[in-house]
């Protein structure tokens, strides 16, 4: 591996963000390294600082704060699976939670360092879309918030600035009844996805929706929410003949984002049937 970048670990966030402003074109964030030290040994990657923000209590919270559910850009994801506020108001990220790659990567991934990664099959990025989740982002000149949707121009391609550092995630808590994340990959298990779905619904005393967002990744170039899908299914006690037409308008507003390409003829009927799959407890 080269040995020919310097490595800094503050010991605050105003101390990252002091050195972020100075060497931000040139250095490359550490959480978990889970990416970030996998490209920098093929050589993908060759950054003249990494600068390691693991151990920053700042970036380390999961709270409920003003009706608002914060998770710092480094929390694990095994403390995603095992943690008993997003068990209640983030199921579907929790869900993700448990599923992503191994117990050993779990321990030290973390959920800013894979939404910063933007790969298109990220499988935190679905159960963040249908939360309205937005971008805590520090710099020295201050705080914003940016929607998670920003984050990402293209596959692999972080639209942030150099000197700015993802320091939480913000949720809109979910009130409903029914939520589920689930994805297809080339195994059973430890598998990237190829697909990952996720969706949360609230029904009223008849079983009629009243409320349902749905979120599609890893199958185009960044994730997208489906409001085609949830106005169809908005309104209707669902049936299966409803579940199988809506997953039809799923894989049909994908493939107007990507356009048919040799992959198509798989990612059809599969986004079809992973819905179908995902929601048949609602029927």
């Known amino acids: 591996m080269p040995a020919d970048f310097s490595y800094h670990r503050p010991g605050a966030l105003s101390e990252a963000l002091e050195f972020l402003a100075e060497n931000g074109r040139e250095t490359k964030i550490l959480a978990g390294g889970t990416d970030v030290m996998v490209d920098i040994?093929?050589?993908?990657?060759?950054?003249?600082?990494l600068l390691d923000v693991s151990r920053l209590p700042e970036l380390s919270?999961?709270?409920?704060?003003?009706?608002?559910?914060?998770?710092?850009?480094?929390?694990?994801?095994?403390?995603?699976?095992?943690?008993?506020?997003?068990?209640r108001h983030a199921p579907t990220l929790k869900k993700c939670a448990c599923t992503f790659a191994s117990r050993q990567i779990r321990n030290v991934a973390t959920i800013g360092g894979n939404v910063g990664h933007c790969s298109p099959c990220g499988d935190t990025l679905p159960p963040l879309v249908i939360h309205g989740a937005e971008v805590e982002l520090a710099s020295r000149a201050g705080v914003r918030r940016i929607p998670i949707t920003a984050v990402a121009s293209g596959p692999y391609a972080c639209a942030l600035p150099g000197d700015e550092l993802i320091t939480r995630f913000i949720l809109k808590p979910a009130r409903v009844d029914?939520?589920?994340?689930?994805?297809?990959?080339?195994?059973?298990?430890?598998?990237?996805?190829?697909?990952?779905?996720?969706?949360?619904?609230?029904?009223?005393?008849?079983?009629?929706?009243?409320?349902?967002?749905?979120?599609?990744?890893?199958?185009?170039?960044?994730?997208?929410?489906m409001p085609e899908v949830e106005d169809y299914l908005l309104g209707?006690?669902?049936?299966?003949?409803?579940?199988?037409?809506?997953?039809?308008?799923?894989?049909?507003?994908?493939?107007?984002?990507?356009?048919?390409?040799?992959?198509?003829?798989?990612?059809?009927?599969?986004?079809?049937?992973?819905?179908?799959?995902l929601m048949a407890p609602l029927v």
């Open 41 to 49: 040994r093929s050589g993908e990657l060759s950054p003249r600082f």
């Open 236 to 277: 209707r006690r669902p049936t299966a003949e409803d579940i199988w037409k809506a997953g039809r308008i799923m894989a049909e507003t994908m493939i107007g984002i990507t356009g048919r390409r040799h992959s198509t003829v798989y990612k059809e009927p599969a986004i079809q049937g992973l819905f179908m799959r």
């Open 61 to 87: 919270r999961v709270a409920m704060e003003d009706n608002e559910l914060s998770i710092g850009a480094a929390v694990t994801l095994a403390e995603i699976e095992q943690s008993a506020i997003l068990g």
């Open 178 to 225: 029914f939520a589920d994340f689930q994805k297809i990959g080339r195994r059973q298990a430890l598998a990237i996805a190829r697909l990952n779905l996720a969706a949360m619904v609230r029904r009223d005393g008849t079983g009629k929706i009243e409320f349902i967002r749905v979120a599609l990744g890893s199958c185009t170039p960044t994730p997208h929410a």
